[in-house]
C-alpha cells in the first residue's frame, strides 16, 4: 500500500467530527497513497433536522469544482448531489448515472486508476459505484451495526449481507459485527479504533487544561464524542442530581435532542471541538465516561473514546456493553462497568475517590494498555492485509475471453438502465401530477381582501427573452381594482425593453377606466426580484401603505412573498389567485414551459436561501 490509489465511500462528511474515517484517509496519504474522498450519499430518507447538512452541502459543491476539491496534498474530497432516496429504484439509476459519471471523470482527469475500494456504506448506491469503478480490491469497513441503529435503515439488511458476500476483504471493529460478517464473508479481519498515542502523550506532558473547562468547579466528570441517540441522557441526569457537587462536561456534536441535559445546572454543553484539542480536555478530567444506552445497536459498537481517555490515564467508568466488557477482561483492572445506572453512579462516586489518590502505577497500566491499541498499530495490520491480498489477486488467471463478455453484459446492462429509466422518468414527469404537485408548491391562494395597495409585478421568472405576462397581469390588476381592493397600483417590471412592459400596462388600465392619479410607476428596472421588492418598499414607503395585495406570475408568487416577509416583515403582504393560476386539483399533464418555469424559481428559491434573502 504505496503510491496506489484509494477510494473511500465514507457513511460521514469530512467536516463531520475525528472519526475512523479521516484516520484512515490521513493514514493512507501518509503512505504515500492518494485518496478520493466520497462524502456520504445516506442510509435513510431525509429529515427535516437534515436541512443544515443540505446547505453545507450545496455550499461545498458550488465552491468547489463540481463537488471536487483538494484538502492537502493527496487529499481529495468529492460532495455529491444526489436524489436522497437510498431505495428507490428510479432514484438510485438517476444517482447512479451521476455520480458514477462523475467520479470516473474526475478518475480519468487525475489518472487515478485500478484503486482500492473501501466502503464504509453498503448501501445500494454504494455498491452501485463500486461495480462501476474497475477496482484493485473491494474492502467493506464495518464499523457498525448500521442497519439496526434505527428503523429507517432495516432495509439495508440484505444490501449488507451482499456487500459482506461480494467484498474481497471485511474488516470490522467488534466482535458482534464479525459474527454477522463470518455468516457470509470469506476474509474478515478485526481492526477496531485505535488511538492516535503520540498525539496524547503530547498533551498529557505539556498541554494545559482549556480555559473554558478550567473555569469549571472540580470534580470534572466528563464525555467526549457525538451527542447522539445512544447517549443514555436519564442516566446524566441523575448522576448530575445525585452528585450536585460535580460538574458533568460533555464535549462533542448533538445529533439528538440535548434539551433536557440543557437544564440542569451542573451539566455543561460544551459542543465540538477540534481533534487535536480533545487530549487537553480530557486532560481536564478526574472521571472519564462512556454513558451509552445497552441496545443491540451499542453491544456492537468499539468505542473509540475508550483509549483515549486510558492514554490520558483517566479513570474511565462505562455502562454494561459487549465490547466494554471483553475490553477489560483483557486488560482487567483499567475500567470499571456499571451493571445498572445506580450500579454506575457508584462507580462514578468509587472512580472519583479512586483519583485522589493518584496511584501512578494506576495511571501508568492505564496507558500501558493504550498504547496496546493505537491506530499506528491497527493500521499497520491493514495495511499488512491488503498487501497480501492484492498480490494473491494479481496471482489469480485472468481470461481475456471472461473480461471481454463481462464488459459488454456490463454495457449491455446499463444501457437497458439507462432506457428504462428515462422511459420512467417520462411517463412519471408527463403523465402524472408530479409536475402538478411540484410547482403547485410554489402557488399561493391568499383570500383577497382590502388593502393600500396593489403591486403589480410583470415578470414571471422565464428565461426567454419573449415575456407576455404583463397582459395578463394587466387583467389582474383592473379586476382587483374594480372590485376596490386598493385605491393605488403600482406597477414595476424586471425587463427593460424599448416598449416598457408596465408602460403598456399603464395604457390598458386607463382605457378601462382606472384614475391617473391612482397609477405608480416605478421607472427603474431591478435586476431581481429581491432588488424589485427593495425598490417598491421605498414607494410604499413614503405613501405610508402598511398592507398590499401582490399581482405577479403564479409560480413566482412563493418566491415573491417570502422575499417581502424577510424584507419588510411589518408589511402585510396578499397574494391571491389570478387569471393563470393552475387548478388547485390534480392535473395530470405537464408541458416543457411549465417545467422550465417552475425548475427556474426552485433554482432561484434555493439561490435566495444561499444569499440569505429569504
Not at 150 to 175: G, H, Y
Not at 521 to 541: A, H, K
Request: charged share 20%.
Amino acid at each position: 500500500m504505496k503510491n496506489n490509489n484509494v477510494v473511500i465511500i465514507s457513511s460521514i462528511d469530512w467536516s463531520t467530527h475525528w472519526q475512523m474515517h479521516h484516520q484512515l484517509a490521513t493514514s493512507m496519504i501518509g503512505e504515500g497513497n492518494r485518496v478520493l474522498f466520497v462524502e456520504n450519499t445516506g442510509a435513510r430518507g431525509p429529515r427535516l433536522a437534515d436541512i443544515g447538512r443540505v446547505r453545507e452541502r450545496i455550499i461545498n459543491w458550488v465552491k468547489s469544482v463540481r463537488g471536487f476539491r483538494e484538502v492537502q496534498p493527496g487529499l481529495t474530497v468529492f460532495s455529491p448531489l444526489f436524489l436522497p432516496f437510498p431505495y428507490s429504484r428510479v432514484a438510485r439509476g438517476l444517482n447512479r448515472f451521476v455520480l458514477s459519471r462523475s467520479v470516473k471523470q474526475w478518475m480519468r482527469s487525475a489518472h487515478f486508476h485500478n484503486p482500492v475500494i473501501v466502503t464504509f456504506l453498503p448501501t445500494p448506491l454504494a455498491q452501485a459505484l463500486i461495480k462501476d469503478i474497475d477496482a484493485a480490491l473491494v474492502i467493506y469497513y464495518c464499523v457498525d451495526n448500521m442497519a439496526g441503529s434505527s428503523p429507517e435503515v432495516q432495509q439495508l439488511k440484505p444490501w449488507e449481507e451482499m456487500l459482506f458476500r461480494q467484498a474481497d476483504l471485511v474488516f470490522v471493529t467488534s466482535a458482534a459485527i464479525r459474527e454477522r460478517a463470518e455468516e457470509y464473508a470469506k476474509h474478515v479481519f478485526a481492526f477496531p479504533c485505535g488511538v492516535d498515542f503520540s498525539k496524547f502523550a503530547h498533551a498529557l506532558e505539556r498541554a494545559d487544561i482549556p480555559d473554558d473547562l478550567a473555569a469549571f468547579p472540580s470534580p470534572v466528570i466528563g464525555y467526549v464524542g457525538a451527542l447522539s441517540g445512544v447517549l443514555d441522557q436519564t442516566l446524566l441526569l441523575e448522576m448530575a442530581r445525585q452528585l450536585p457537587f460535580a460538574t458533568f462536561v460533555l464535549v462533542g456534536p448533538f445529533f439528538t435532542d440535548v434539551a433536557r441535559l440543557k437544564t440542569c445546572e451542573n451539566i455543561k454543553l460544551l459542543g465540538p471541538r477540534p481533534h487535536d484539542e480533545i487530549p487537553a480536555y480530557i486532560k481536564g478530567f478526574d472521571v472519564a465516561l462512556i454513558p451509552y444506552l445497552r441496545t443491540a445497536f451499542t453491544d456492537s459498537v468499539y468505542s473509540c473514546k475508550l483509549n483515549e481517555y486510558l492514554a490520558m490515564g483517566k479513570a474511565v467508568v462505562s455502562t454494561n456493553i459487549r465490547e466494554v466488557r471483553s475490553f477489560a477482561e483483557r486488560s482487567p483492572d483499567t475500567l470499571l462497568i456499571g451493571q445498572d445506572n445506580m450500579d454506575f453512579i457508584s462507580k462514578v462516586t468509587r472512580a472519583l475517590d479512586d483519583a485522589h489518590i493518584r496511584s501512578k502505577v494506576v495511571t501508568d497500566n492505564r496507558i500501558a494498555v493504550a498504547r496496546e491499541n493505537t491506530w499506528e498499530k491497527r493500521f499497520s495490520g491493514i495495511v499488512e492485509v491488503i498487501d497480501r491480498h492484492l498480490l494473491l489477486k494479481s496471482q489469480q488467471p485472468v481470461s481475456w475471453k471472461e473480461s471481454l463478455a463481462k464488459y459488454y453484459k456490463d454495457a449491455r446492462t446499463r444501457w437497458a438502465e439507462r432506457i428504462v429509466i428515462i422511459v420512467s422518468l417520462y411517463l412519471i414527469i408527463f403523465t402524472t401530477p408530479l409536475v402538478w404537485f411540484v410547482g403547485d408548491q410554489l402557488v399561493v391562494r391568499h383570500e383577497p381582501r382590502k388593502t393600500d395597495a396593489i403591486v403589480v409585478f410583470s415578470g414571471n421568472g422565464e428565461t426567454s427573452y419573449r415575456n407576455n405576462s404583463y397582459q395578463r397581469r394587466a387583467l389582474d390588476a383592473v379586476r382587483f381594482y374594480k372590485k376596490g381592493y386598493a385605491p393605488h397600483i403600482y406597477l414595476s417590471s424586471g425587463r427593460n425593453q424599448d416598449l416598457s412592459e408596465v408602460e403598456v400596462i399603464k395604457l390598458y388600465l386607463l382605457e378601462k377606466g382606472v384614475s391617473p392619479s391612482a397609477i405608480h410607476i416605478l421607472d427603474q428596472y431591478p435586476g431581481s426580484t429581491f432588488e424589485n421588492v427593495q425598490m417598491v418598499t421605498r414607494q410604499l414607503r413614503q405613501q405610508g401603505a402598511h398592507s398590499i395585495i401582490l399581482l405577479t406570475a403564479p409560480y413566482h408568487g412563493r418566491r415573491a412573498l417570502w422575499t417581502w416577509r424577510k424584507e419588510t416583515p411589518d408589511l402585510l403582504v396578499y397574494t391571491p389567485a389570478v387569471v393563470d393560476t393552475p387548478a388547485a386539483t390534480p392535473q395530470w399533464s405537464a408541458n416543457v414551459d411549465q417545467i422550465r418555469i417552475i425548475s427556474y424559481e426552485y433554482a432561484a428559491i434555493a439561490y435566495n436561501w444561499l444569499q440569505g434573502r429569504l
